[in-house]
């Protein structure tokens, strides 16, 4: 029988942080870098915990070279050949990606993989409860990808029904897996430097991200030129687009849960990264938490129905 859970679940446009008490006298005193030891292959990380998607035109090696000069890193995407991998030969992270991280046959391959790669750590999903965190763990996963159907070329929502607002499902998941010593990614639905700080402060250990590195010389594609304008395609990995590119088209059986689109050419993705490093520091100075590693013990959201001034948009 149907049943409805009336509490009420938030995303990251209904709320803003509350400004607390600080010490701090600039944004250059904020450490953003964070150290995790992880729980299944016990290996060791540190540096600044966000992620480029694994999306066929960002997650690539090009924007990997630059991630890695700001201490951030890049989930690479699976369509490379096996010659392209052999300069990164020696990573040590597996990023085990389905849309749909409930399948039973996804929990027995995760098993699977942790069998077979021991001393890897294991990024899993994409998952939206505690429970299901909580199970990809105990079969081995380290880092839980948290998120369905919040992305900006995703349409999961609207194709199937199915979905969870984003900062509530990272609080609760959150929850979840830190108390097995598990970790979390808070993978889509920010769409500026401002959401990347929510998610943090609602307890992701790490955010991935996709559309705001969109349109970068270091994506993949081409740029095209139309009426003046400088743009590069990028599309989720369940469009049409990607289908046709990987698999041959849309299989019958299956629809298409992704957009295409063209977005604005803009250069090298230096400058984006320095603007979301900037915005997530001065978050930090506005809520009085000297390290990343502090913002969600100094985070109290509040409710809103606006975000900003729209006058100029």
């Avoid at 803003?16 to 729980?39: C, H, N």
């Avoid at 999306?55 to 924007?63: K, L, Y």
């Avoid at 108390?179 to 998610?199: E, F």
Wanted: a neutral charge; glycine letters at 10%; hydrophobic letters at 40%.
């Amino acid at each position: 029988m149907p049943r409805i859970d009336a509490d009420l679940k938030l995303d990251f446009k209904d709320v803003l942080l509350r400004p607390k008490r600080s010490s701090l006298k600039s944004r250059s005193e904020v450490d953003l870098e964070r150290t995790f030891t992880f729980r299944n292959s016990k290996q060791t990380y540190s540096g600044i915990p966000i992620i480029v998607a694994n999306m066929d035109t960002v997650g690539t090696f090009e924007m990997a070279a630059v991630m890695s000069q700001h201490s951030m890193f890049t989930a690479i995407h699976k369509h490379y050949t096996l010659d392209d991998w052999k300069l990164f030969a020696q990573v040590k992270f597996i990023c085990l990606d389905v849309a749909n991280g409930y399948s039973e046959h996804f929990v027995e391959f995760v098993k699977l993989v942790r069998a077979r790669f021991p001393e890897h750590t294991i990024m899993a999903g994409n998952v939206v409860t505690g429970e299901m965190v909580e199970e990809l763990i105990l079969s081995g996963a380290d880092i839980i990808k948290v998120g369905v159907g919040p992305g900006s070329v995703c349409t999961t929502r609207t194709k199937t029904g199915v979905g969870y607002p984003q900062l509530s499902a990272v609080i609760e998941c959150a929850d979840s897996a830190h108390g097995l010593k598990g970790h979390i990614i808070s993978d889509g639905g920010c769409t500026c430097p401002g959401d990347v700080a929510k998610a943090f402060g609602a307890g992701a250990d790490f955010v991935m991200l996709g559309g705001m590195f969109s349109g970068h010389t270091e994506c993949a594609g081409e740029v095209i030129e139309r009426d003046g304008q400088k743009l590069k395609l990028f599309y989720g990995m369940s469009s049409e687009t990607a289908m046709k590119k990987h698999a041959g088209g849309v299989a019958e059986y299956r629809a298409s849960e992704g957009k295409t689109v063209e977005v604005p050419y803009r250069g090298d993705v230096e400058n984006t990264i320095l603007d979301i490093l900037g915005g997530l520091r001065s978050t930090c100075t506005y809520v009085g938490a000297a390290k990343l590693k502090e913002l969600s013990k100094r985070t109290t959201f509040i409710r809103v129905t606006q975000q900003h001034n729209t006058v100029f948009g």
